[in-house]
């Protein structure tokens, strides 16, 4: 049994853990994975160059690992999202709303994900193993709404001819991420020169989403 001692010991290394992730996340988003070095974690974290590499054996590891917590993250949001007492449709729209939330929460680790998948692996380039877990978290997503989708189709409350709902799934989260992108970056200038409210506009966007899920109202 550990003692209190190993205890607080083992805290402290997750805690520092957490603290560098944290910082490497940030500097990641803002900068790209190519131009933050350990000396840039180190200063940002206080933490000296030898103990990040305690942590992390290298960059690249240590911008894996911050972009698969990420995901992660993402992921548990959704599963907490998805409350057993919604009906699908109601389900797909908290997912989406999650989402939002992250993205505004957690803008770095947003800023992250864009950086890991705009970077290109080069020719020859052997795959770290973290991208392995990375694309799972992203395949558990996917299912996760597609078994939501596939929730509301079965209840009646979601159309049956919306054809592959993995090609849906894909194309909401585009729809999600493009919205809360510009409301995110030209909000200010949307309510300066054409006064539109931004969360206005975001319900709007929302609103749009579901009618062209919902089954048709019987007439």
């Not at 957490?18 to 994975?33: P, S, V």
């Not at 190519?34 to 590499?53: C, H, M, Q, W």
């Not at 996917?142 to 209840?155: D, S, Y």
Request: proline share 4%; charged share 25%.
């Amino acid at each position: 049994m550990p003692t209190r001692t190993q205890t607080r010991r083992e805290a402290g290394k997750e805690q520092r853990r957490e603290q560098i992730l944290e910082a490497a996340t940030q500097l990641f988003a803002e900068r790209g994975l190519e131009n933050v070095t350990f000396g840039d974690i180190a200063k940002a974290t206080g933490l000296s160059r030898p103990l990040i590499y305690f942590y992390f054996p290298d960059r690249d590891s240590l911008f894996f690992e911050a972009v698969a917590r990420s995901h992660q993250e993402l992921y548990s949001r959704f599963i907490t999202a998805v409350k057993p007492h919604l009906n699908g449709r109601d389900q797909i729209i908290a997912i989406g709303r999650a989402y939002v939330a992250y993205l505004r929460e957690r803008p770095s680790c947003f800023g992250l994900q864009s950086a890991y998948h705009a970077r290109k692996q080069t020719g020859g380039e052997t795959a770290h193993p973290m991208q392995e877990q990375i694309e799972e978290l992203h395949k558990r997503t996917m299912e996760l709404m597609t078994g939501t989708l596939a929730r509301g189709v079965k209840e009646g409350v979601l159309r049956s001819d919306m054809g592959n709902l993995l090609q849906v799934a894909v194309c909401l989260w585009g729809f999600t991420h493009g919205i809360v992108q510009v409301i995110a970056t030209k909000g200010e200038q949307m309510a300066d020169h054409l006064a539109l409210d931004p969360e206005a506009t975001l319900d709007t966007a929302f609103d749009m989403m579901t009618r062209a899920m919902e089954t048709p109202a019987k007439t």
